[in-house]
Nanobody, 121 residues
Framework: VQLQASGGGLVQAGDSLTLSCATS????????MGWFRQAPGKERELAAA????????QIPDSVKGRFTISRDIAKNTMYLQMNSLKPEDAAVYYC???????????????WGQGTLVTVSS
């Protein structure tokens, strides 16, 4: 399972940003997919996850109503739409694929490389 994250950058507080995760083969059909993030000095945490198989999502309270996870099967790509960004959203964001639901960072089949999101106040 190959994942490649992109789309990070420097934005201002209140801005929006969309991250992309390019996948291979039938990854988006065969795995539960998600985004984790890790800020400096902090543990990696879930940002958003979705199981299209179960029709379920995992959205932490810290990003609820602001982050949306979606996919484009034809493009083999998963997205994380982030709105109303806050300085505390700044982190390296990783896309992930798992056979386990709900997703937990300890049981991940494959990680993409991180993409850095910086939010200035």
């Amino acid at each position: 399972v190959q994942l490649q994250a992109s789309g990070g950058g420097l934005v201002q507080a209140g801005d929006s940003l969309t991250l992309s995760c390019a996948t291979s083969g039938r990854t988006l059909n065969n795995y539960h997919m998600g985004w984790f993030r890790q800020a400096p000095g902090k543990e990696r945490e879930l940002a958003a996850a979705r199981s299209w198989r179960y029709g379920a999502t995992q959205i932490p309270d810290s990003v609820k109503g602001r982050f949306t996870i979606s996919r484009d099967i034809a493009k083999n790509t998963m997205y994380l739409q982030m709105n109303s960004l806050k300085p505390e959203d700044a982190a390296v964001y990783y896309c992930a694929a798992s056979t386990r639901w709900p997703m937990v960072k300890e049981v991940i089949t494959s990680w993409g490389q991180g993409t850095l999101v910086t939010v200035s106040s």
